[in-house]
């Protein structure tokens, strides 16, 4: 069945992707960004700025007035960061948690009265397999993705009377725009964290350069859409990002700490 979906952060990279693939199966898509409209897409385009709950209410004022429903809300739109955390800007700290966080909860806050008032709806968080670790250089990443875990369970129990779904989709490296949009703290040649700062960023930019084509994932939003039965998490990635999850869970914390220092080369 043909459903009515809005997706933020549908400019490029996975949103992109994944709006494609659902209009392509015959769904009415709408994705968004702040400069999207007017954009030639197979989906039909709204400007919307997830920190801004005015812009948000207004797109999705739009979807319900041609449409009467939203069936499908896909909270895509991120932002990476990285940083040693003593030295990373409060500025784009709040920038990232205002977008990764506040922006999904802003945005749910607008579509839920509609989604309750018919008694069904399906949310989908993407969220990341950083969320699992506290990763060197991406800790207020994977803070925020983290966060993104921990309401979308909460919401899973609030929304359950109201026949509505909430689920977080967690990738691993993925070939999305996401090395060229991240923020990226420029370090002094003196800097203590200089040396292993660079040598990971240099690991970080070809897990995504060398990471799943972000086709899986809109094939798997699919057949979420599509599922009798929503799970908490879907967790995608190559087998060493899935094994280090399960790793985290059953090693020691000092164990695992070296594990991932040896991994970044971190010395």
Do not use: W
Request: aromatic share 6%.
């Amino acid at each position: 069945m043909a459903k009515t979906i809005l997706i933020t952060g549908a400019s490029t990279g996975l949103g992109e992707t994944i709006g494609n693939y659902l209009s392509k199966k015959g769904h009415t898509v709408y994705g968004t960004s702040r400069t999207i409209e007017g954009q030639a897409r197979p989906f039909h385009t709204l400007n919307m700025d997830v920190g801004n709950k005015e812009s948000i209410d207004k797109a999705v004022q739009q979807i319900i007035a041609a449409h009467g429903r939203i069936d499908v809300l896909i909270n895509n739109a991120g932002l990476g960061i990285a940083s040693p955390i003593e030295t990373v800007s409060i500025e784009d700290l709040q920038n990232v948690f205002d977008t990764n966080v506040t922006g999904i909860v802003r945005t749910c806050q607008s579509v839920l009265p509609h989604m309750r008032e018919k008694k069904s709806g399906l949310i989908i968080n993407i969220s990341s397999i950083a969320a699992e670790t506290g990763l060197p250089y991406r800790g207020i990443y994977s803070a925020t993705k983290a966060a993104v875990e921990r309401i979308t369970e909460a919401m899973r129990i609030e929304l359950a009377p109201f026949n509505i779904h909430i689920c977080s989709v967690q990738p691993g490296g993925t070939k999305t725009d996401i090395n060229k949009n991240r923020l990226k703290v420029t370090l002094p040649e003196d800097n203590v964290y200089k040396e292993n700062f660079e040598r990971t960023y240099e690991l970080i930019n070809k897990s995504v350069s060398n990471g799943l084509e972000p086709e899986i994932f809109a094939v798997l939003i699919d057949q979420i859409i599509n599922s009798s039965k929503v799970k908490a998490c879907y967790r995608v990635g190559k087998p060493v990002e899935k094994i280090s999850v399960l790793l985290k869970k059953f090693l020691p914390a000092t164990m695992y700490e070296n594990m991932v220092k040896n991994h970044y080369k971190i010395r």
